[in-house]
């Protein structure tokens, strides 16, 4: 069995500061995490992805995620936050030959 | 490669009508899902193929939906007859190893039922 719990709805930033979307997993396999985005009206794209290997994920667009297994914890970061980084993204946990579970989604706010 | 195709991007109907969403998956994927997306259900897993054979449709929300895959390259997705709660937006993804594995996602079909 799978789960993920994204904490928050709703993230609002300035742009040209830090990002941080919180994701929380629970898995009783050695999980496949992944991000995607998706913009409005458009669908869902890969940011990127822990398969396993280093625990600090670089994804597309400046964005990275650190696997932290003792916190069953996979956080998106982002340095400085960009106007086009608006949009809502979603968590994925992966694993053990089932399909994908989805997240409810973080709908990042990003304001001038 | 042009990614996972959908059409039509939009579709607008009656209650009662039928309704056929197509998709043709990312050449060489064995896997193939469908997924519904709402305001207030967020992103369901409507049914799955692999290899052309549907695995798993438990999510499948009644009888009116059916889904087939004839060949590696096209899926559709039927509802018949369409009601107005079946409007949302419908994902068509592929796969090119397991189920849980990453998933190539199609732009969507917003499908409103009037």
């Known amino acids: 069995a799978q789960s993920v719990t994204q904490l928050d709805s709703h993230v609002s930033v300035s742009e040209g500061t830090p990002v941080l979307l919180r994701c929380n997993y629970s898995s009783s396999y050695s999980p496949s995490l992944f991000w995607y985005v998706q913009h409005p009206n458009k669908g869902l794209q890969l940011l990127l992805k822990?398969?396993?290997?280093?625990?600090l994920v670089k994804g597309i667009n400046g964005f990275e995620a650190e696997f932290k297994k003792s916190e069953t914890s996979f956080h998106l970061t982002k340095p400085s936050a960009h106007m086009s980084d608006a949009a809502e993204y979603f968590c994925?946990?992966?694993?053990?030959?089932?399909?994908?579970?989805f997240g409810k989604g973080t709908m990042l706010l990003v304001s001038p | 490669d042009a990614g996972v195709i959908q059409s039509p991007r939009h579709e607008v109907t009656e209650m009662g009508q039928e309704v056929t969403l197509r998709c043709k998956p990312i050449?060489?994927?064995?896997?193939l899902f469908w997924y519904r997306q709402t305001m207030m259900r967020g992103l369901e897993l409507l049914i799955y193929?692999?290899?052309?054979?549907?695995?798993?449709d438990s999510g499948m929300p009644e009888d009116r939906f059916s889904a087939k895959m004839p060949n590696a390259s096209f899926s559709t997705l039927k509802i018949q007859p369409s009601e107005p709660r079946d409007s949302a937006v419908y994902f068509c993804?592929?796969?090119?190893?397991?189920?849980?594995?990453?998933?190539?996602f199609g732009p969507g079909t917003r499908l409103t039922v009037l």
């Open positions: 993804a592929s796969s090119p190893r397991q189920a849980d594995n990453e998933q190539f």
């Open positions: 994925v946990v992966g694993g053990g030959y089932s399909t994908l579970t």
């Open positions: 050449s060489g994927h064995d896997y």
């Open positions: 193929f692999n290899n052309n054979v549907p695995i798993d």
């Open positions: 822990y398969t396993s290997a280093a625990t």
